[in-house]
């Protein structure tokens, strides 16, 4: 006999809100047939449920007399850190649906006309003349939040794959919508597909080995099983390998980020900005919550992984950022070295982590969207004096600070952040996570990333010089063009202004952070 779920609709309000406006922009994608009415129909839905969403989970933070609710039991839980995940996640959304709407002077969206024509098809030239325009983006995106969100309050290992699988597949679709480089486009969305698919196999894998061993998939089953039968770990270290090998896939550590390099050069960059920022945070707290409420026990079994996988990471994404001369690869694999500093904050399990790691993907993640949004701005002009394509070689970016100071000056800002120089939001995340790892045991593990860090300034400042103490090339001068576009500049110095904000005042934001390192367990 059929028992109906026990679902709790308004702890999961937020969740609610923001899938229920992806449906109802598929149904704007059948109703309006105006493109022009139909993008600015979907721009408003998407902001105002992402806005909406952000609202009503500040309202349930607010109203958390305990540690918090149980949405649905088994499954989904919705604590301090579920809500401040919510908040990073919402907050991400808006930014980049705010790049999604941004066109360049001449009109140009990041995204093709027409997704299913093959790249260079007469039926692409000819959606591209009548004007037609990709705006399930926008809904799509409220699917990927959505996802993410379900990720990060889930207490079960399949719900963890179902809302994987609900917020991977939106992402693979938009990587492969790019306007230009098409083929390349596809090529990166293929490679992101496939190598999802394997981390997903391997993840399914995992928690096969941890049902065999537990007899469940629920956090709290299989936190007690482990406790229960401390001499017989023979199905369950395996199954928490795999099942953490699935998550750094989407975390971009190494050897499993070999689809960030691909992905983030190949998709239109708004994509890239959010997908980065996102994707990366929502994996990060979807791993706090799984080794603090159901793996703690196996601290000395998985500490040798993560401290390998933290050194290997920092130490590839440092050196092959080195030897770019793409912007958008260095910045790929500076989130490969970047992954490691997370990893960085699990070492010995501190309970401190459960704060750190949340601030350190908020300033990380603004940054990396502000990041994004600069390159927007900066493009190669066309013969017939037209703007056209990002100008991403680092070459094309000198004197860039000569042609819009205020603009070179907010991405000297954000790579400031991401080297982690005092007075920016970089290094208060990055001495959270490192102090975190004290707190655990792990110094040498932050020796290892205080040198990487040193490393990796290299490459920031190389660009600051660049752009600021380089003269542009008499023959270069007329090749590239500052683009403007509000929504991308509003973007800009919102991100900006957060992070030298967290840089200079961190106080309130790490108040925030430390109540938000509550988890609700013995589910």
């Known amino acids: 006999m059929f028992t109906a779920p026990d679902i709790s609709y308004m702890a999961f309000a ?41 609202v009503v989970s500040a309202v349930q933070w607010a109203s958390l007399t305990a540690a918090g609710n149980v949405a649905q039991t088994g499954f989904f839980v919705v604590d301090r850190q579920a809500l401040a995940w919510f908040c990073l996640l919402l907050v991400f959304g808006a930014l980049g649906a705010l790049l999604f709407a941004a066109r360049t002077r001449a009109g140009e969206e990041s995204f093709t006309s027409l997704g299913a024509a093959t790249p260079g098809s007469p039926e692409e030239a000819e959606a591209r003349r009548r004007g037609l325009e990709v705006t399930e983006v926008f809904p799509l995106l409220l699917f990927a939040v959505g996802g993410m969100m379900a990720f990060v309050s889930t207490t079960d290992f399949l719900a963890l794959f179902v809302a994987l699988e609900v917020f991977s597949l939106p992402l693979y679709i938009m990587v492969a919508l790019a306007r230009r480089k098409r083929l390349l486009s596809h ?17 399914l894998f995992g928690v096969a080995l941890l049902y065999g061993a537990a007899a469940s998939t629920s956090y709290g089953d299989v936190l007690t099983a482990v406790l229960a039968s401390p001499g017989d770990l023979a199905l369950f270290v395996p199954g928490a390998v795999l099942v953490i090998v699935g998550l750094l896939f989407k975390l971009g550590a190494v050897p499993f980020h070999t689809w960030s ?12 900005a959010f997908m980065a920022a996102a994707t990366k945070a929502a994996a990060a707290a979807a791993l706090l919550r799984i080794v603090f409420t159901a793996l703690y026990p196996l601290e000395w079994e998985l500490s040798w992984m993560i401290w390998t996988v933290a050194i290997v990471t920092m130490v590839v994404g440092t050196v092959v950022a080195l030897v770019q001369t793409d912007i958008k690869r260095m910045l790929a694999y500076s989130s490969v070295a970047h992954a490691g500093f997370i990893l960085v904050a699990f070492a010995g399990f501190s309970a401190q982590a459960l704060s750190a790691v949340p601030f350190y993907m908020l300033t990380y993640g603004l940054a990396t969207i502000g990041a994004f949004a600069v390159i927007t701005q900066v493009r190669e002009k066309a013969e017939d004096g037209t703007v056209g394509g990002e100008a991403t070689r680092l070459g094309q970016w000198a004197g860039l600070g000569r042609r819009d100071p205020m603009l070179a000056g907010a991405m000297a800002l954000f790579l400031l952040s991401f080297a982690g120089i005092p007075l920016t939001a970089g290094f208060i995340g990055k001495f959270q996570a490192f102090a975190a790892a004290i707190d655990g045991g792990g110094w040498p593990l932050v020796l ?11 490459f920031y400042v190389r660009l600051i010089v660049l752009m600021f103490l380089t003269d542009v090339p008499e023959d270069q001068q007329a090749l590239v063009e500052v683009d403007y576009h509000p929504y991308t500049r509003v973007v800009i110095w919102i991100t900006a202004a957060a992070v030298l904000i967290l840089g200079v005042l961190p106080a309130g934001a790490l108040s925030i952070a430390s109540d938000a390192g509550v988890l609700l367990i013995g589910l």
């Open 261 to 272: 390099p691909d992905a983030y050069q190949a998709a239109p960059t708004p994509v890239t």
């Open 14 to 54: 937020p969740l609610l809100i923001v899938l229920l406006a992806g449906a109802v922009g598929v149904l704007v994608e059948a109703i309006i047939r105006t493109p022009a009415t139909r993008r600015a129909v979907q721009l408003a839905l998407t902001l105002v449920a992402l806005l909406g969403a952000l």
């Open 187 to 203: 090529e990166g969305a293929l490679k992101y597909f496939l190598l999802g698919a394997f981390s997903s196999a391997i993840y």
């Open 448 to 458: 290892v990333a205080v040198v990487a860090s040193a490393a990796a300034a290299f």
